[in-house]
């Protein structure tokens, strides 16, 4: 019943860097990930082109965000900057890279972060991403919702002081998404040697104990050690709240499937404390 | 002529019966004493550890080899055994001034209890305030702080980006700020599109821009009082979960040490430094975070070092956990730091550091509330220990300083504990030369030493005295544990003890001596498979001693005998005599004959000393000299001048010579040179005169005899060869068993003389003779002789002067 479309097929994992502390949690979990997987690192920095077309503008000056002074923009100043950071985030790849023995790629492309992130995926299995944009805030920043509702590969967002955990937590509701979510769940808990959590989210006991048969029916042949909890609907606060208790170390959630809006899932991801790994089913 | 009669053999030796001990042997003996002979230092002794008062320390003074020490330190226990167990001492950090660490006081054997309650709390807290920073609750508050704060940085950012948004503008992120791009449809309008707007447009625009950077640049200004106030609420919190975490442990510390005012202060110092740095209980929380290189070595250095606990350290210095009585010490290297304690340093970062971890009592601290032994020699011997043993004792406190910081020329990191109030009673052990220098040139010394232990070398022999002996040989046999030793070795100590000592009426309590005899003797009984010390072993350790020392002694009686040294021991000469003299060398004395020879002439009434012109007489020496010239003009010559010049020497002689104990001699040789009468060489001659012609004591009498006789042995003993002693010195003699046994066969003998008229009858076989009321000698008599040989002298000189003028 379960296909092989996401499962063991990770073999390229995209991070997007831009020199800030959350991308370089993204990359210490990228490298993590991928030496766990053996899969190829892809580092992606994108030049913003609306601020190198605004650099360009006579009226173009920027406020520091430390100082709080203003500052004429001199023409090429942006462009030298991102430059500089570019080099910045090759570097910080390359030494997490040599240092975990991993093959890797860094681009550099222009244009808006977004778009050329989400044509970034088209070539990668996985995209992992910090949570937040430029300030602190818990929210998710623009980007991030962007690649979220667009792109059509697994998404791993990551808040900013959280690292990969053991314990492995993923919500089933017996939709297609999710089926390929448990499978990819039930992989990373057998590379992390730690537990699955299944969230079953069912309307009755009789549905649940039909979910909880057909994940056992994938999880025992494979040694996969299983526990369940049991909600009947998916309440974001819940399945945070469940996530805490249970310590969850990643949560994976099958987008698009049909009880999880997409309210819902911002919802989560503003609250909760664990990095979140989104399965999509291929658009194909 | 009736010539002085030689002494007979019980004079010259008083043995020791061994049948007066009521014993076989030392084993049977109950009442075994190691103290005798020393009344009046145990009297000291016991008024200086009974007196409390300060100043009342005790200085025993005494040769070497008395038993001082011991004795001081028999008396010492003895009390300390009734005193209480003094206090327990221990330095802790002082939070305020942290380079004068505190001192806390705390009972007997409570210091380790202090000890152990705090390592046991520093593990506590560890533990606890862990286990508060880990607690949902704190994790809440937290996150609902950093929450709020988030909040509030958000709301004004998005009110800023709200702003932009109605003036058709977007905020943009820069690599080191934030700008504002104008948008159409949600888009940043490209640059080219920018330059077609219409002037008003951009205007606008730039207007626009201007008036958001304003509001943003004022909403940045804010962030560092965000921050701020971040910190500080959190620190708050941070204090508050530490306070709760902290107060009950720390509380369970102080009511066991409630009673204590000092350790009640010092844990609130405690609880308010744990609360401050609570951060510093979370084991390792920046692990694994980048940070900078002098960050990391300070961390590795505070673990190498014990870590931050260091502070909540207790550092007992005296511990009395596992006495049972006050303390006895003998500080056997009374150095400086060893005597006040120091401060140790270890190297951190290349420099030197210390800190009250590191402070090390010295033995005054470990003797406090009780006794200290110390050898007054090495005392002063070391440097600054003396000024420093001062110091605490007038101040009765002890502060830990090194020398250096004592005299001001500290040059790296220290610290300054706190004094600690001292209560002991010092023993100093030294000789009397020490004693009399110190009391003359330390007035220190007079105030701080007020008790002088005087130790006596000898003792009278008597019956009781000699039975005290027996207990005292019994006790050192028991105390060294040699074998038993039978009555007649006891009383072969006690002859060895008298000869030791030089006075057949006295008894020696050089303790050293007697011990090391018996355990030679031990060693000789064990050589000859014997169970029982007897007499001969005692002889033979004697004797072993004396071969192992008398090296020197037979090399200068070679010389004589082979003649290379001029020594007659038969015939008669005028105006030469033997005397003889003791060298000491160590503990070793031996006596030698020399010869003495003088020579008379006309000339105004010297007696030339030629030791003494040519400095090689001391001034004891030229005393006895210049009293004989007195003795001879007074005499001989009362009414006329003495006309004579008479030299004296002592003949091959090479080094220095003092004492007066050859000036009867050379008044012999003298009173021989002027009468023309022969002396026999047969005898040699010891004593001092005084002006009346009374021959006086001398000392070493029973080694002079013995070094003369050996020379006379030597050449084989002809039957009149003998010593002419002072009577007074009768009483000392204690002479050895081959001389006793030469005069018993009658082949040595031992003249007692009390005056100069006895002697120099005995050595000329003339009569001396008695003056008439005149003051005239008979004329074939002597001292007849002299006279008129001295007047004739001067008859001489007279006309000598008449025929000058």
Same mark, same amino acid.
């Given at each position: 019943?379960?296909?092989s479309?996401t ?5 390229r994992?995209?991070?997007?860097l ?8 993204g990359?210490?979990a ?9 899969a190829?690192?892809?580092?992606v ?11 360009e503008?006579p009226?173009?000056n920027q406020?520091?965000r ?6 004429t923009?001199r023409?090429g ?8 950071q ?10 997490t ?29 996985i995209?992992?991403?910090g949570?937040t944009g430029?300030s ?5 920043g ?7 509702t667009?792109?059509s590969?697994?998404? %791993? ?18 939709s297609?998404p999710?089926?390929?979510?448990l ?12 537990k699955?959590?299944? %969230? ?9 104990s039909? %979910?909880r048969?057909?994940?056992l ?13 049991w909600?009947?609907a ?9 996530a805490k ?14 009880? %999880?809006?997409?309210e819902a899932?911002?919802?989560?991801l ?6 979140v790994?989104?399965?999509r089913?291929?658009?194909? | 002529m009736s010539?002085?009669k030689?002494?007979?053999?019980e ?9 007066i001990?009521?014993?076989e ?8 004493q190691?103290?005798?002979?020393q ?14 008062q300060?100043?009342?320390?005790i200085?025993a003074?005494?040769?070497e080899g ?9 008396f010492? =226990?003895?009390q ?17 001034q ?11 054997? @409570?210091?380790?209890?202090f ?19 880990e607690?949902d ?20 950012f998005e009110?800023?980006?709200r ?12 690599p080191?700020?934030? @700008?504002?791009a ?6 940043? #309008?490209?640059p /080219? ?14 207007t ?5 950077q304003?509001?943003?640049q ?8 965000w ?6 609420? =959190?620190?708050?919190?941070?204090r ?6 902290v107060?009950?442990?720390i ?5 066991k ?6 350790i ?6 405690v ?5 401050e740095?609570?951060?510093?209980f ?16 300070q ?19 005296i511990d ?8 006895? #010490?003998y ?8 005597l ?8 951190? @970062? ?8 590191l ?5 005054l ?6 006794? =200290?032994?110390?050898?007054?020699r ?5 440097p ?17 300083e090194?020398?250096?910081q ?7 990191i ?26 003359r ?17 000898? @003792?009278?022999?008597?019956? /009781? ?12 046999v ?11 070795a ?6 060895f003890?008298?000869r030791f ?9 050089m303790?050293?001596s007697i011990?090391?005899l018996l355990?030679?003797?031990?060693y ?9 010390v ?5 002889q ?12 020197l002694?037979e090399?200068m ?7 290379t040294i001029?020594?007659?021991t038969?015939?008669?000469?005028v ?9 000491q ?8 004959p020399s010869?003495?020879t003088?020579?008379?002439r006309?000339g105004?009434? /010297?007696?030339?000393? #030629? ?53 009867s ?8 040179a002027?009468?023309?009468?022969? #002396? ?5 001659v ?36 003998g ?17 006793l046994?030469a ?11 009390k ?10 076989g ?5 003056a ?17 040989r ?9 006309e ?6």
């Open positions: 019943m379960m296909n479309a499962g063991g097929s990770i073999r994992i995209l991070v997007a831009d020199a800030s502390p959350n991308s370089l949690t990359l210490a990228a490298a993590e990930l991928a030496s766990k997987l053996g190829e690192l892809v580092g920095f994108v030049e913003d082109i609306n601020l190198i077309h605004m650099s503008a009226f173009a406020v520091g430390f100082s709080a002074r203003r500052r923009m023409p100043q942006i462009e030298r900057e991102i430059r500089a570019a080099e910045w985030a090759r570097q910080a790849l390359q030494k890279a040599e240092r975990a023995e991993l093959r890797w790629r860094f681009r550099v492309v222009r244009g808006s972060i977004s778009a050329e992130l989400i044509a970034a995926t088209e070539d990668t299995d995209i992992i991403l949570q430029w602190d805030r818990r929210r998710l623009s980007t991030a919702q962007a690649i979220l667009q792109a590969k697994l998404t %791993l967002i990551l808040r900013r002081d959280v690292q990969l955990g053991l314990a492995v937590m993923v919500i089933y509701d017996g297609e999710a089926k390929d979510a499978r990819l769940a039930g992989e990373l808990a057998l590379f992390e040697r730690g699955l959590i299944v %969230l079953v989210i069912a309307e009755d006991s009789r549905a649940r039909a %979910l048969a057909e994940v029916e994938w999880t025992e042949p494979r040694n996969i050690p299983a526990t369940f909890q909600i009947t998916a309440d974001p606060f819940m399945v945070c709240s469940i208790t249970e310590k969850s170390g990643v949560l994976v959630i099958p987008k698009d499937g049909p009880l %999880l809006s997409d899932v911002l919802k989560i503003n609250d909760i404390d664990c990095p790994l989104f399965v089913q291929p658009r194909t | 010539l002085v030689p002494l007979s053999i004079h010259l030796y008083r043995t020791c019966d061994p049948k001990f009521p014993f042997t030392t084993d049977e003996l109950e009442n075994q190691e103290i005798i002979g009344p009046r230092a145990v009297h000291a002794i016991q008024f200086g550890i009974g007196i409390k300060n100043g009342f320390n200085f003074l005494g040769p008395v038993g001082k020490q011991s004795i001081v330190r028999r010492f =226990l003895a300390a055994q009734q005193d209480p167990v003094p206090s327990d001492w221990c330095y802790v950090h002082n939070f305020e942290t380079h004068r660490p505190n001192a806390i006081e705390l009972p007997g054997g @409570m210091g380790i209890q000890c152990e309650s705090m390592q046991n709390l520093v593990e506590e807290l560890q533990t606890a305030i862990a286990s508060a920073f607690s609750e704190y994790r809440t508050r937290r996150q609902g702080i950093e929450e709020e704060f988030k909040d509030q940085q958000e709301e004004v009110g800023v980006q702003q932009a948004a109605q003036h058709n503008l977007m905020v943009l992120r820069t080191a700020g934030l @700008m504002f104008p948008t159409r449809d949600g888009q940043v #309008i490209p /080219e599109e920018v330059q077609k707007l219409s002037s008003e447009e951009r205007a606008r625009v730039e626009d821009i201007e008036k958001l304003e509001v943003l004022e909403a940045l200004e804010r962030v560092p009082d921050q701020k106030e971040l910190r500080s609420r =959190l620190r708050s919190l941070n508050e979960m530490t306070e709760v975490a107060q009950g442990l509380a369970a510390v102080r009511k040490f409630n009673d204590f005012d000092e009640r202060s010092y844990l609130d110092a609880q308010a430094d744990v609360v740095n609570a951060r510093d979370l084991a390792d929380e920046d692990e694994g975070q980048p940070g900078s290189l002098a960050a990391a070595m961390r590795g250095a505070r673990r190498a070092e014990g870590g931050i606990f260091r502070n909540y350290e207790v550092n007992l210095v009395h956990s596992n006495s049972t009585s006050a303390p006895v #010490i500080e056997d290297n009374p150095a400086y730091q060893n006040i304690g120091r401060v140790e340093q270890i190297a951190r @970062m290349g420099a030197l550091v210390t800190d009250f971890t402070i090390k009592p010295g033995s601290l470990k003797a406090n509330g009780g006794y =200290l032994m110390l050898d007054a090495k005392v002063l011997t070391h600054y220990a003396w000024e420093g043993l001062k110091r605490a004792l007038l101040s009765s406190q002890v502060k830990i090194s020398p250096s004592m005299m001001n020329l500290i040059s790296t220290t610290i300054e504990p706190e004094p600690i109030p001292l209560n002991v009673k010092v023993a100093l052990i030294g000789d009397r030369f020490l004693y009399y220098l110190l009391a040139q330390d007035p220190d010394f007079n105030e701080l030493f007020k008790v002088a232990a005087d130790f006596e070398e000898e @003792m009278d022999r008597s019956p /009781e005295t000699v039975t005290e002996y027996a207990q005292l040989i019994a006790a050192l028991r105390r060294y544990r040699l074998k038993p030793h039978h009555r007649d006891v009383a072969r100590v006690v002859e003890s008298s000592i030089g006075d057949s009426e006295k008894l020696s309590v303790m050293n011990a090391d355990q030679e003797a031990n000789w009984a064990t050589e000859g498979g014997a169970e029982i007897r007499a001969a072993h005692i033979q350790a004697i004797e072993a001693q004396l071969f192992r020392a008398n090296r002694k090399r009686q070679e010389t004589i005998v082979r003649e001029l020594i007659d038969q015939g008669a000469r105006g030469q005599i033997n005397a003889l003299s003791v060298l060398l160590g503990s070793f004395a031996f006596g030698r010869r003495i003088a020579r008379v006309l105004k009434g /010297e007696v030339i000393d #030629i030791e003494r012109e040519v400095e090689l007489g001391g001034p004891l020496h030229s005393k006895g000299v210049l009293i004989l010239s007195s003795f001879l003009g007074s005499r001989y010559a009362p009414d006329h001048p003495l006309s004579l010049a008479a030299s004296l020497v002592f003949e091959q002689s090479y080094g220095g010579v003092d004492g007066d104990s050859a000036s001699a050379e008044l012999y040789a003298l009173l021989s002027i009468a023309e009468a022969p #002396i026999r060489q047969s005898l040699a010891t004593g001092s005169v005084n002006q009346h012609g009374e021959v006086q004591a001398i000392g070493g009498v029973n080694e002079k005899i013995e070094g003369f006789f050996e020379l006379c042995k030597a050449r084989g003993l002809s039957g009149d060869q010593v002419l002693i002072p009577h007074a010195n009768v009483k000392h003699l204690m002479l050895r068993e081959d001389v046994a005069v018993a066969s009658g082949q040595f003998q031992i003249y007692p003389v005056t100069i008229d006895e002697g120099i009858e005995m050595l000329t003339i009569l001396a003779g008695t008439d009321e005149a003051g005239n000698f008979p004329p074939d008599s002597l001292n007849g002789r002299v006279q008129t001295l007047v004739e002298l001067a008859r001489k000189g007279e000598k002067q008449e025929n000058n003028q």
